[in-house]
């Protein structure tokens, strides 16, 4: 899985626990990337990506159990990454945002939800 946004459109704009969270102007989303050798479950990430775009505590965000199965996100994740899938998206609504998870590792996070 691929760590690598494309920078010349993205921006980053945050650091979520040690992560940077980059933005997308033209399309007003947010990415993240995940690797199958980090230290946090692909649902803890996605959590403080979350937080970090809607600039709130992690806390104060619904639990992503209420949307999907965090265990069931990170053993997809898991099954993507073992083996080294590059297609492959699951898209789900969390905490007023869009989220798109990608094969290749990129959260994108949409908070105007249009997408």
Same mark, same amino acid.
């Given at each position: 899985?691929?760590?690598? /946004? /494309?920078?010349? !459109?993205? *921006?980053?704009?945050?650091?979520?626990?040690?992560?940077?969270?980059?933005?997308?102007?033209?399309?007003?989303?947010?990415?993240? %990337? %995940?690797?199958?050798?980090?230290? !946090?479950?692909?649902?803890?990430?996605?959590?403080?990506?979350?937080?970090?775009?809607?600039?709130?505590?992690?806390? !104060?965000? !619904?639990?992503?159990? *209420?949307?999907?199965?965090?265990?069931?996100?990170?053993?997809?994740?898991?099954? %993507?990454?073992?083996?080294?899938?590059?297609?492959?998206?699951?898209?789900?609504?969390?905490?007023? @945002?869009?989220?798109? @998870?990608?094969?290749?590792?990129?959260?994108?996070?949409? /908070?105007?939800?249009?997408?």
């Amino acid at each position: 899985m691929s760590l690598s /946004p /494309p920078s010349d !459109e993205l *921006t980053p704009v945050d650091d979520a626990a040690g992560r940077t969270v980059y933005r997308d102007k033209n399309r007003d989303t947010y990415h993240v %990337w %995940w690797t199958d050798s980090d230290p !946090e479950a692909v649902s803890t990430v996605l959590v403080l990506a979350v937080a970090s775009v809607l600039e709130t505590d992690p806390e !104060e965000l !619904e639990a992503l159990s *209420t949307r999907v199965d965090p265990d069931a996100l990170d053993a997809l994740f898991a099954h %993507w990454g073992r083996h080294r899938l590059k297609d492959g998206t699951a898209s789900f609504r969390f905490a007023d @945002c869009t989220i798109s @998870c990608h094969a290749s590792g990129e959260l994108v996070v949409d /908070p105007s939800g249009d997408r």
